[in-house]
């Protein structure tokens, strides 16, 4: 149309061009608005078409059901405020005696695709798994994305026990199918509260359904958990503190403190154990007795691997460039939550490469080995790990102490006896006998030993009678932060020549 316009213009006289502009540009701009108008007019009759499908017959007449036709008219990839009022507006509504479910979802370990990939593909997968949902949304379904990795699914329809059921498992289903925006899979967490059982607004039913979240990560993740009374009674303390701790994740208010261990031989420091602190900002310096069970069990410790690794690495930068390091180690202890995030050693290599170190600077201690040996990617990453050059130690003798018929298969160069078989063994308890028997195991294996737990000098001695020459306890050092560590590392504080005569 403008090439013709043009055309028009270029054969125009030029006293009459300026009236034949103005007017083509009337016909234009009045072209544009009957078009706009002519799609809105559409859009509203396929509105009303659509509307037809909520009509109800009662009494023999058509009436609407009001609060489906608000909720289909309107989008729901809005902000969590507008989610919340899509459900408050059904609730209002709704008629006497019906019901609504809320399917509250978290996605598992997210901050692993945050790590992994930029924050465009995070953002891509974010917005595939909405679309997802609301493919499967019915009629009269408020369905969203609430904030980061948290959505929401809104049910009315046909709530019945098995009807939930049938429903949370398709939804575990959808979330897990592969991802289109990046090679990967991924699981979620839910938590299901009822309307009006559970709760007759939004805020109510979300505050609820978070606490049947809460109960579904402690319980392994990829799987839905109902709300009630009774759970609240049981949970509502840790629901809270579960929360305190997620904010403090975000807040950055985890610090590292470090234990030395050290060889009675020499006196020196072989290694240091890294150990997590939670720099509360009310009550001070946690321990990890005060935060680590509830972070395992609800899965939150996996965050700490590559986050915690790698401040490990800065830490020993700094060290080795103020004291020139040598021969010392770092470890760091690794539960079975953390032991099975796929790629984690690659992970843990690729942070390795970035700092220019050796891998074998570094120890991974494995807490409760006997519950992984069964897990394929557990035990995979274990392997990779010593394909690196990670050193590996086993902190757990095993229930029925399987560990001393195992002693040829472990690939581990190390063994640790935790300070609560330490002190079976000067008390004379009943597994004490077992427990020295994997101490004598392991050193004719040619492992290395490290008895933890050592707080006095008859507990030297003791354990120098089995020939252990590496111990780690209160007796050297209280766990201590970096700067308190540097100080031990510039010069040891121990006096060791009297620990001389226990040795051959």
């Known amino acids: 149309m403008l090439n013709r316009i043009l055309l028009i213009l270029s054969a125009v006289p030029t006293s009459r061009t300026y009236e ?63 989610l919340f009022g899509l459900i408050n507006q059904s609730i209002y509504d709704a008629k006497e005696g019906s019901l609504g479910v809320l399917f509250y979802m978290n996605l598992d370990n997210f901050h692993f695709i945050n790590e992994k990939y930029s924050e465009k593909e995070t953002a891509k997968v ?70 009006p059982y559970d709760g007759i607004s939004a805020t109510s039913l979300i505050k609820n359904a978070e606490i049947a979240l809460y109960v579904s990560k402690k319980e392994g993740k990829n799987r839905y958990s109902l709300y ?90 700094a060290w080795k460039k103020q004291f020139r390091l040598k021969d010392v180690f770092i470890s760091t202890n690794l539960s079975p939550k953390q032991l099975i995030v796929p790629d984690l050693a690659k992970t843990f290599y690729d942070i390795v ?41 086993i902190d757990d003798l095993g229930d029925q102490f399987e560990i001393i018929n195992d002693m040829d298969s472990l690939k581990a160069s190390i063994i640790k006896i935790n300070r609560d078989d330490t002190l079976k063994v000067m008390n004379k308890f009943e597994e004490a006998d077992k427990i020295i028997r994997s101490i004598q195991t392991a050193l004719q294996k040619q492992k290395v030993v490290i008895v933890e737990g050592i707080e006095n000098e008859e507990m030297i001695k003791k354990m120098a009678e089995y020939d252990v020459r590496f111990m780690q306890g209160y007796f050297f050092s209280t766990p201590k932060a970096a700067d308190k560590i540097g100080e031990i590392l510039q010069k040891t504080p121990w006096e060791m020549d009297s620990f001389v005569g226990f040795y051959n």
């Not at 799609?39 to 659509?50: G, L, T, W």
């Not at 991802?179 to 938590?191: D, P, Q």
């Not at 701790?245 to 240091?272: M, W």
């Not at 494995?366 to 394929?376: A, E, F, G, R």
Request: proline residues 2%; glycine residues 6%; contains cysteine.
């Open 126 to 195: 974010l917005v595939e798994i909405e679309k997802r949902l609301k493919k499967k949304a019915g009629r009269g379904s408020v369905v969203g994305h609430v904030e980061r990795d948290t959505f929401l699914y809104y049910h009315t329809d046909q709530v019945t026990s098995e009807g939930i059921r049938e429903l949370a498992e398709s939804l575990l289903d959808t979330v897990n199918e592969p991802l289109k925006a990046i090679n990967e899979r991924i699981t979620t967490s839910m938590g299901v509260a009822l309307f």
């Open 228 to 317: 009630s009374q009774d759970l609240i009674d049981k949970e509502q303390f840790n629901m809270s503190y579960y929360q305190e701790i997620k904010r403090s994740i975000s807040n950055d208010e985890f610090i590292l403190y470090y234990q030395p261990i050290v060889d009675l031989k020499t006196g020196k420091i072989i290694a240091l154990e890294s150990l997590l602190r939670w720099n509360h900002p009310t009550m001070g310096v946690l321990p990890p007795g005060r935060f680590l069970n509830v972070m395992d069990l609800t899965g939150d410790i996996t965050w700490f691997g590559s986050w915690g690794f790698e401040k490990i690495l800065q830490q020993y930068t």
């Open 20 to 82: 034949v502009v103005v007017a083509s540009v009337i016909i234009i701009i009045t072209a544009a608005t009957l078009f706009f108008l002519f799609r809105n007019v559409m859009k509203e009759i396929r509105r009303k078409s659509d509307d037809k499908h909520l009509v109800k017959k009662k009494d023999g007449k058509e009436t609407v059901d009001d609060s489906r036709l608000i909720i289909e008219r309107r989008t729901t990839n809005k902000k969590s405020g507008d």
């Open 353 to 393: 490469k970035k700092y220019e170190f050796s891998a074998e600077l570094f120890c991974l201690e494995i807490i409760d080995y006997y519950t992984i040996v069964k897990s394929p990617i557990a035990m995979a990453n274990l392997a990779e790990f010593r394909k690196y050059g990670f050193r590996i130690a």
